[in-house]
């Protein structure tokens, strides 16, 4: 009996002192740099121990791409071409975030002695490469078709739309490419080719803003609410406004059709706002849209000019940019 109960003793002191995972012994050895990216953090709990290891992780790349860049700059030196490239990469890469795919963890450790867990991020490269490569290559073609339709376009304003919308792909595309740079840095060279090429392209587009400013005009906006809306559109399409002297000049004209009726269960206040929208340069009318809510009712007047406003910036929202640029 005393055997037995000695036995179990020695049985639990072993497992609160395990040995600890060959990860913590030897990194390399278990997750080899050639087929794996790995990295350890530690934490109170669990889970705080992945978190760590998981910035780690991001931490790994995100250095790893600084240190390329940097490696662009010292090539670059004693050539004005190369230098141009390293600084096109070098904005491309500062400017795009990355996200983290196919992250795995290896059973975690628990350390009695320090009260401590530790934890292993890791990625398969292989495994990686192939998500990223076909992610990559869809974000690619929608860039390209979104670019080319913007390069083919002739009028200005119409153009900047189209640039800003093949810009949002292009950044999903970045983020994507600058992992795929740390996992097989040999094998992005048309990832990079295209990388600079657009962004060239891009670069184009601050000038290109310039010669599209937009002054706006707008009557009836009793809150000078729908003139901010219209400009917060514009802006966030890439679209310059000018407080004065812009290339162009937005008129909008509101009209808030509020009525009142007097009816046995009180006053009823209603309105049907609607607005119409005018962009004119020296070649005449550019763009124009019209847009009429439908009718809201209310037993106070605040309120009704709180959904007729709501209204009307909620149409401006869904229709006014497709409309008008499409």
Avoid at 72 to 96: D, P, R, Y
Avoid at 215 to 231: A, P
Avoid at 236 to 250: C, D, K, P, R, T
Wanted: contains cysteine; proline residues 2%.
């Amino acid at each position: 009996m005393k055997k037995i109960i000695l036995f179990v003793c020695v049985f639990q002191l072993a497992l609160c002192y395990a040995a600890p995972p060959k990860w913590m012994l030897d990194a390399e050895k278990q997750f080899p740099s050639e087929n794996f990216i790995a990295a350890v953090g530690e934490g109170l709990s669990e889970s705080a121990a992945k978190k760590a290891a998981l910035a780690e992780l991001s931490a790994f790349f995100e250095q790893s791409i600084a240190t390329k860049i940097n490696a662009w700059k010292e090539f670059a030196e004693g050539s004005s071409n190369n230098c141009e490239n390293a600084n096109v990469m070098q904005t491309v890469l500062a400017e795009s975030r990355s996200e983290l795919s196919c992250v795995r963890y290896a059973k975690s450790y628990f350390d009695k002695r320090r009260n401590r867990w530790s934890a292993c991020a890791y990625i398969v490269k292989k495994d990686a490469w192939n998500v990223l490569a076909q992610k990559i290559d869809v974000a690619m073609s929608e860039c390209a078709e979104a670019g080319k339709l913007a390069r083919l376009e002739p009028r200005a304003l119409q153009k900047i739309i189209l640039l800003n919308k093949a810009k949002k792909y292009y950044d999903g595309f970045l983020g994507l490419y600058k992992n795929a740079l740390v996992i097989y840095p040999a094998r992005c060279e048309a990832f990079t080719a295209f990388a600079k090429k657009f962004a060239r392209d891009f670069s184009l587009l601050s000038a290109l803003k310039n010669k599209a400013a937009i002054t706006i005009f707008v009557v009836g906006d009793k809150w000078n609410k729908i003139r901010g809306k219209i400009l917060d559109l514009l802006s966030q399409n890439g679209i310059a406004v000018a407080s004065f002297g812009g290339i162009y000049e937005l008129r909008a004209n509101v009209d808030w059709d509020q009525s009142r009726f007097d009816g046995e269960r009180g006053v009823i206040y209603s309105s049907v706002p609607q607005i119409e929208i005018s962009i004119n340069g020296k070649d005449g009318t550019a763009v124009s849209f019209a847009g009429k809510c439908e009718k809201f009712s209310a037993y106070n007047f605040e309120t009704l000019e709180r959904l007729s406003l709501h209204g009307l910036e909620t149409l401006l929202d869904e229709r006014f940019i497709l409309e008008s640029f499409n």
